[in-house]
């Protein structure tokens, strides 16, 4: 694990926080979660503040977060997740009952990756976790990448479409702009999610084209998940980055485990995300 970004991919057996205030709900949690996921390591914490010593010395691959916590708001744990550089990009997600009204009013802040709503039951929630921590090998979808470099392209190409995904490869941040105006025009989106590098040819960079899916085209991180590649270790630059607009970060020289375990990551959430807003 680098001091600055996660480079740890799920293993076999998924380490999951379970942070609620009630031992009830943590118990029944860690209860369907054994069994929909025998191999899993449950840890329950009944506040904030165990959960953040717990968090100090291990881990975690997973963490679920009540809203109403008795020393704290359930965001303000996430944000201290997110300020932890060894679990800056575990997936963070709330079960409360108190989820639609936060959402509705875009208070769940943007350090959540996902909800899920306790009304649907304990079951269903293990099957939620599953298909986080435990991805599918393959999923359907496509790939705007952006790379200039023909010998990275080409093997990361390999790499996807090896997993079932389309790819749609371009060298310059221009070129995926005019694919995404062109998109646009015709009413759809031009790609189910981003991969691109920071440093390219061409007057613009990765994090350009982050600006422009973010600020102009108003697409947000579930609507069009961005995966930037960097090689750039410097935490205050990749602070940068996320606050842009980043989903996640993939270090370079790419790793195909780690790639495409967040890849298919972020297209899950995305279609989630996506089936939630067309229910609604």
Request: proline share 3%.
């Amino acid at each position: 694990m680098s001091g600055s970004f996660s480079s740890r991919a799920v293993g076999s057996a998924p380490k999951v926080l379970v942070v609620d205030g009630s031992k009830v709900v943590r118990q029944l949690i860690a209860r369907v979660l054994k069994a929909e996921l025998p191999d899993s390591d449950v840890v329950g914490a009944g506040s904030g503040a165990e959960a953040k010593e717990l968090m100090e010395g291990s881990a975690f691959d997973f963490i679920t977060i009540a809203l109403r916590l008795p020393d704290m708001d359930g965001l303000e744990l996430a944000r201290h997740v997110r300020e932890s550089a060894s679990q800056a990009y575990v997936p963070i997600v709330v079960v409360s009952g108190d989820v639609d009204g936060r959402l509705h009013s875009r208070t769940l802040g943007e350090h959540v990756t996902d909800y899920f709503d306790k009304s649907l039951g304990f079951q269903a929630l293990a099957e939620f976790i599953r298909g986080y921590v435990k991805p599918a090998e393959s999923a359907e979808g496509e790939v705007l990448y952006v790379e200039d470099s023909r010998v990275v392209a080409l093997a990361t190409r390999r790499i996807l479409e090896k997993h079932g995904l389309t790819v749609r490869h371009v060298v310059s941040v221009e070129d995926a702009l005019v694919l995404l105006d062109k998109a646009k025009d015709e009413g759809k989106v031009g790609a189910d999610i981003v991969l691109t590098d920071v440093s390219l040819k061409g007057e613009l960079t990765g994090g350009d084209l982050l600006e422009r899916i973010r600020r102009e085209y108003h697409y947000g991180k579930g609507r069009l998940p961005v995966l930037v590649m960097t090689g750039d270790e410097n935490p205050v630059n990749q602070a940068a980055l996320l606050r842009a607009g980043a989903n996640d970060l993939v270090e370079k020289p790419i790793e195909e485990k780690l790639l495409m375990t967040k890849l298919l990551f972020q297209l899950r959430v995305s279609q989630h995300l996506r089936a939630h807003d067309e229910a609604a």
